[in-house]
C-alpha cells in the first residue's frame, strides 16, 4: 500500500463532531427524563394498591391488573360516575372555549393584519400587555366579576376566564399566519367578482388553516390542564373539571395511587391524540407559516 493511499485516507477521515454528540446525548437525556415519569405511571396504574406501596419498589408488578381502569370508566360506580362527569365537563370547557376562541380571533387576528386604523399598532400590542403578568395576579379580581356576574359554580365562568388568557396568544400567532399569505390572492380574486368575505372564506382560510389548527391545539390543552381557576371557582362536585376531580383521590389517611394514576393517564389521553393526529400541522405553523413571501 503506497504512501499516497495513506495519505488519501487520512484526508478522507472526517473528524468527530463534539458538539453534534454532546447535543445527541444531552436529547436522550432530556428524553429520559420526559418518559421515564410516564411510564412509572402507567405502571403504577396497573398495579395494585399494596403493590403500589412495596418497598422497595418495583417497576413491573407481579399481577398486572386493569381494574383501576374498569372502575373510573364504569358508570355503574360511585367513582365511575364521578370519574365520567369530570371528564365530560374537562371536554365540554375545553371544546368550548377553543371554539368560541378560534371565531373570536380569525377575524381580530385578519383585521390586524390586512386594516390600517389610528392606533392599531398600540392596540395589538396591548393585547399582548396581559401576558406580562402571572395568572395569579388576576385571580382575586377575575373571581369577584365573576361571583358579581352570578357566575361561579358554572363553567361559564371558566370559559370567559381562559378565552381572556388563551385570545392574545391565538391573535398574536395568526396575525403571522395572515402577514405571509400575499395580498395579491385576495385582490385577484376581488377582480374575479369575489367580495372581500369570499375571498376570505375561499382563500385565506384555506392557506392559514395550519395557523388555526396550531391555535386551536394551544387554546384546548391549556384549558384542559389548567387547576387555579378551575379550583378557586367551582366547588361544586357536579361542576368540577378532571384537574380539580383528580384529588378526590387523595385521602385524610390514605392517598389510591393506582387509581390516581390511572385517572391521571386517562386525562392525558385526548390531548396526546389530538397532538398525534394533527402533529403534521402543529409542526407546520411553528415553523414555516401558511405561505412564504
Known amino acids: 500500500m503506497t504512501d499516497a493511499t495513506f495519505s488519501s485516507r487520512a484526508i478522507t477521515k472526517r473528524p468527530i463532531d463534539w458538539w ?7 436529547l436522550v437525556f432530556l428524553l429520559l427524563f420526559t418518559v421515564l415519569p410516564m411510564v412509572w405511571m402507567v405502571l403504577t396504574s396497573i398495579k395494585t394498591q399494596f403493590a403500589a406501596m412495596q418497598y422497595p419498589p418495583q417497576w413491573w408488578p407481579a399481577e398486572p391488573t386493569l381494574q383501576n381502569y374498569a372502575r373510573l370508566l364504569d358508570p355503574s360506580n360511585s367513582v365511575g360516575q364521578e370519574f365520567l362527569r369530570y371528564f365530560w365537563n374537562s371536554f365540554y370547557v375545553a371544546l368550548t372555549t377553543t371554539v368560541i376562541g378560534v371565531v373570536v380571533a380569525v377575524p381580530a387576528a385578519y383585521a390586524f393584519s390586512r386594516f390600517r386604523f389610528p392606533g392599531r ?3 395589538f400590542f ?5 401576558n406580562m403578568f402571572p395568572a395569579v395576579v388576576f385571580l382575586m379580581p377575575l ?11 358554572t363553567h361559564g365562568s371558566l370559559i370567559l376566564t381562559y ?9 398574536w400567532l395568526l396575525k403571522g399566519f395572515y402577514d405571509n399569505i400575499p395580498i395579491q390572492l385576495e385582490q385577484a380574486a376581488r377582480i374575479d367578482g369575489a367580495t372581500r368575505f369570499q375571498a376570505f372564506i375561499l382563500i385565506v382560510m384555506p392557506l392559514s388553516s395550519p395557523g388555526i389548527i396550531a391555535t386551536s ?7 384542559w390542564n389548567e387547576y387555579v381557576y378551575a379550583y378557586t371557582f367551582l366547588s361544586k362536585q357536579e361542576s368540577m373539571t378532571l384537574p380539580v376531580g383528580i384529588q378526590r383521590f387523595f385521602t385524610e ?6 387509581g390516581l394514576m390511572a385517572a391521571t393517564f386517562l386525562m392525558s389521553v385526548p390531548v396526546v391524540v389530538l397532538f398525534l393526529v394533527l402533529q403534521k400541522y402543529f409542526v407546520r405553523a411553528l415553523t414555516e407559516g401558511a405561505v412564504k413571501n
Do not use: C, E, Q
Open 121 to 123: 399598532t398600540f392596540l
Open 163 to 171: 378565552l381572556t388568557f388563551g385570545l392574545p396568544l391565538s391573535i
Open 20 to 26: 453534534r454528540w454532546s447535543g445527541r446525548v444531552f
Open 253 to 258: 389517611f390514605a392517598t389510591d395511587w393506582p
Open 126 to 130: 396591548s393585547v399582548l400587555l396581559r
Open 217 to 223: 391545539i394551544f387554546s384546548f390543552i391549556g384549558a
Open 143 to 153: 373571581f369577584l366579576l365573576m361571583r358579581w356576574l352570578g357566575l361561579v359554580n
